[in-house]
């Protein structure tokens, strides 16, 4: 016999609705929190928008949210075959470097170097990942982008001011595993002729591939053409821009102002394509095409920011340091991280290496000891969440410690 539940006390009625209310809002807010798609003001990645070359000792580069005390030593310059430049000063500015009225106060770093650099000569410039925007989760620029750092080459003119070769073309971004959040871009090594007849922003556009693979068929993504506050149905970024300066094409998946909305790539371990417009330098001359313009995007979303995160140092040998820090949440910049990584390095900023240990989510304290260290030495610490698939996000700030 079928029974019947009857509820003859309103109260009751009442508390049940505002249960399954509640229950159905958490189930929305984490689905949001886990890949945000037309979502207004939520946390949004820190992009590079690209550069200007000034004069003979001056670089400007552009990123498009403020950032949290950038450190000269963040940077760095140095010709394409590897010999360093120094740079003897850094200052900043409020800009992006993107006259747009839907962007917000950015960024403008500008380095100087302590030396003319030379004539029609090509230089590569890396920025770290760990330059942090000034927001209450302190994302860094590597958080969605494997915690890479960001490399970009940039030629110098020849002494009459003209470019001598064909522009040649970085892509971001370059790993074969990226999270859905960051701007996808192609920076030029000399500025881009913007009234070549056969430029149009229009043209540059995201494909996805139809199998699951790296080959075609590839199908076109649905892109929002218009910035402004409303989002599109379905539209996985937005239309093409470029900088200022002509020297940075992208196609953003957040504006800056948490009245547009925020894009995401939608489709979790798949290839997408960037497909470019035409290319002309101020030289008259056609860009070379990028040898790579595919890149794979994770199996899951990125794990939370680590941008506030406190390690402490709770030991230290001639050898080895022990360091503790407590466990993260999930927030509006991604998941609960599944596991932990210890990276060191004898520069605050680059060449950061991997401990061996894997520390788990224990939703307390967590302790890892790295080992194999050299005596009398300074050593830098960060940590990196990681999801399931052990796919990384972005750098902690460091904490530093010399061995006995």
């Known amino acids: 016999m079928k029974k019947t539940v009857r509820i003859t006390n309103p109260k009751s009625l009442l508390l049940i609705i505002s249960m399954v209310t509640m229950v159905t809002l958490m189930t929305l807010l984490m689905s949001v929190v886990a890949h945000a798609d037309n979502v207004k003001g939520i946390i949004k990645a820190v992009n590079f928008l690209g550069y200007e070359y000034?004069?003979?000792?001056?670089?400007?580069?552009?990123?498009?949210?403020?950032?949290?005390?950038?450190?000269?030593?963040?940077?760095?310059?140095?010709?394409?075959?590897?010999?360093?430049?120094?740079?003897?000063?850094m200052s900043t500015t409020s800009g992006t470097g993107w006259t747009n009225p839907m962007s917000q106060t950015g960024t403008i770093v500008t380095l100087t170097t302590s030396s003319n650099l030379s004539y029609n000569t090509r230089y590569k410039v890396t920025v770290s990942s760990t330059v942090q925007m000034a927001n209450s989760f302190y994302l860094s620029l590597g958080n969605y982008l494997l915690h890479s750092d960001v490399q970009f080459f940039f030629k110098t003119p020849n002494s009459d001011g003209t470019y001598s070769g064909a522009p040649q073309l970085t892509l971001i971004p370059t790993a074969d595993y990226v999270g859905t959040s960051d701007n996808v871009e192609a920076i030029s090594d000399i500025p881009i002729d913007v009234n070549y007849e056969n430029f149009h922003?229009?043209?540059?556009?995201?494909?996805?591939?139809?199998?699951?693979?790296?080959?075609?068929?590839?199908?076109?993504?649905?892109?929002?053409?218009?910035?402004?506050?409303?989002?599109?149905?379905?539209?996985?970024?937005?239309?093409?821009?470029?900088?200022?300066?002509?020297?940075?094409?992208?196609?953003?998946?957040?504006?800056?102002?948490?009245?547009?909305?925020?894009?995401?790539?939608?489709?979790?371990?798949?290839?997408?394509?960037?497909?470019?417009?035409?290319?002309?330098?101020?030289?008259?001359?056609?860009?070379?095409?990028?040898?790579?313009?595919?890149?794979?995007?994770?199996?899951?979303?990125?794990?939370?920011?680590?941008?506030?995160?406190?390690q402490t140092v709770t030991g230290y040998t001639t050898n080895s340091v022990s360091l503790s820090w407590s466990d993260v949440a999930t927030d509006e910049s991604g998941p609960a991280p599944h596991h932990y990584h210890v990276y060191y390095s004898t520069n605050p900023y680059f060449n950061f290496v991997k401990s061996t240990d894997t520390v788990s989510h224990n939703g307390t304290t967590n302790t890892c000891t790295v080992t194999g260290l050299t005596s009398a030495t300074t050593y830098y610490f960060r940590i990196v969440p990681a999801n399931y698939y052990d796919e990384e996000g972005g750098f902690s700030p460091y904490v530093s410690q010399t061995t006995n």
């Open 201 to 310: 922003l229009s043209d540059m556009k995201l494909q996805k591939s139809s199998d699951n693979d790296d080959q075609d068929p590839y199908t076109d993504v649905a892109m929002d053409t218009t910035l402004d506050t409303n989002s599109t149905d379905g539209a996985e970024y937005y239309t093409g821009q470029i900088n200022d300066a002509h020297t940075c094409l992208f196609l953003p998946l957040t504006i800056g102002k948490n009245t547009t909305p925020t894009y995401n790539l939608l489709s979790y371990n798949y290839y997408y394509k960037l497909v470019l417009p035409q290319i002309r330098g101020v030289n008259n001359v056609l860009a070379d095409t990028p040898s790579q313009t595919t890149f794979l995007t994770g199996q899951e979303d990125t794990p939370a920011g680590l941008g506030n995160l406190i």
């Open 54 to 89: 000034v004069n003979e000792t001056t670089l400007k580069v552009f990123f498009d949210k403020g950032l949290y005390y950038p450190n000269q030593g963040q940077f760095k310059i140095e010709t394409e075959g590897g010999s360093p430049v120094t740079i003897s000063n």
